[in-house]
């Protein structure tokens, strides 16, 4: 293998694809990044097993081949080369790779690419279309939302769910849902319904941009895997096995009092609690006042309180549609709640101390996030 790429470009390639390096495997191979020519350009694969990641750049091929570098090795030499071209050689015998770059001159050890795990693909024959921004949207505002408890792996996932030309993702942790639904630019003739690993949509999300280009999404039958591809990157992931819990059963049908109020307000008192609020179990109180005068706006407090640190109270302004409470949330949830919301006003639909709370956007019908209140 003998080939010259863009330093600039390299870098960026290695970057994209080495989130999906093993850090921990009794497989050497699994912590390296497999480098092949293909097609005139030059292709950057990881993965961990349960994750992949392909990135193609653009190479002046002079002669084709594969091998496997040291992530991290490599990934950090890289960054560092002075000149603004990078010549990759490739002693096949030795499986050493020679990188160099203006008055650079190196040689890594390497492991035949034979010993990598093949990288699934897939045909863009009956792939499902999404726009780039709007799906990165979707992620944001659902997988934060999902477990971290490796004991419920269904919950360690996003549910994705198409049907017709509507596409909803759906996350849950038993504390908090979060669900995004979008309209499809075209029907599909077989519905969808997967479970797809957060951390994968995550690094999906990192990897795009907000522009309108089009990301094409496959399931290929029988393999257990959804395949993600870009202009010049694709994600290949596991699918999580099981069934998702009944999440429309968990949000509450009917509310006894609507709170508007200005969301970058209501996040940034949320910030200030979580100060004092993180000492202990991030207990935010929420106390819904009523208008006193018709000359009077109602009002939120939100305060929170550590024997160690001190107290906080802070009071927003708000229009109250029903009668007044006193509600605590877990203040993390609600502020990572606030933070993936995009319209000047929210809402927060509430009916007891004891029952979920929902937050929605004003003026989005897509997204919703329902909360589980904490005792007082």
């Given at each position: 293998m003998k080939v010259t790429v863009k330093q600039d470009e390299l870098q960026h390639g290695l970057a994209v694809v080495s989130r999906a390096v093993a850090t921990r495997s009794t497989l050497p191979v699994l912590g390296n990044i497999l480098i092949a020519t293909e097609e005139g350009e030059l292709r950057l694969s990881a993965t961990n097993l349960e994750m992949s990641l392909t990135c193609w750049i653009p190479a002046k091929v002079t002669e084709p081949g594969s091998t496997t570098a040291p992530a991290r090795t490599l990934a950090?030499?890289?960054?560092?080369?002075?000149?603004?071209?990078?010549?990759?050689?490739?002693?096949?015998?030795?499986?050493?790779?020679?990188?160099?770059?203006?008055?650079?001159?190196?040689?890594?050890?390497?492991?035949?690419?034979?010993?990598?795990?093949?990288?699934?693909?897939?045909?863009?024959?009956?792939?499902?279309?999404?726009?780039?921004?709007?799906?990165?949207?979707?992620?944001?505002?659902?997988?934060?939302?999902?477990?971290?408890?490796?004991?419920?792996p269904v919950l360690m996932g996003v549910l994705l769910n198409v049907e017709k030309d509507r596409v909803t993702m759906v996350a849950a942790d038993g504390f908090r849902l979060s669900v995004r639904k979008a309209a499809l630019a075209s029907s599909v003739s077989q519905p969808i319904n997967v479970i797809i690993p957060a951390r994968a949509?995550?690094?999906?999300?990192?990897?795009?941009?907000?522009?309108?280009?089009?990301?094409?999404?496959?399931?290929?039958?029988?393999?257990?895997?959804?395949?993600?591809?870009?202009?010049?990157v694709q994600l290949v992931a596991q699918l999580i096995d099981g069934t998702f819990p009944d999440y429309q059963q968990i949000i509450p049908r009917a509310y006894k009092s609507r709170t508007l109020v200005s969301t970058a307000a209501l996040l940034k008192a949320c910030r200030q609690a979580e100060?004092?609020?993180?000492?202990?179990?991030?207990?935010?109180?929420?106390?819904?006042?009523?208008?006193?005068?018709?000359?009077?706006?109602?009002?939120?407090?939100?305060?929170?309180?550590?024997?160690?640190?001190?107290?906080?109270?802070?009071?927003?302004?708000a229009s109250v549609d029903g009668a007044g409470l006193l509600i605590?949330?877990?203040?993390?949830?609600?502020?990572e709640a606030l933070e993936v919301i995009h319209t000047p006003n929210v809402a927060l639909e509430t009916s007891a101390a004891n029952a979920p709370g929902v937050v929605k956007p004003v003026g989005d019908d897509e997204f919703l996030h329902v909360i589980m209140p904490m005792h007082i």
């Open positions: 950090d030499l890289v960054s560092a080369l002075p000149g603004d071209q990078v010549q990759l050689v490739l002693d096949v015998k030795t499986q050493s790779l020679n990188v160099k770059s203006g008055s650079s001159n190196n040689d890594i050890k390497c492991i035949d690419a034979a010993d990598f795990p093949p990288i699934p693909t897939a045909g863009l024959d009956g792939a499902l279309q999404l726009k780039v921004g709007e799906f990165r949207s979707m992620i944001q505002q659902v997988a934060f939302a999902a477990s971290t408890d490796e004991a419920r949509l995550n690094e999906l999300a990192r990897v795009t941009g907000d522009g309108d280009d089009v990301i094409n999404m496959m399931v290929p039958k029988g393999r257990g895997q959804v395949v993600f591809r870009l202009k010049n100060i004092f609020a993180r000492e202990g179990l991030n207990v935010a109180r929420l106390e819904i006042r009523e208008a006193k005068g018709e000359m009077k706006p109602s009002e939120v407090e939100i305060s929170a309180t550590s024997e160690e640190t001190g107290k906080n109270e802070t009071v927003v302004e605590a949330f877990n203040v993390k949830f609600l502020r």
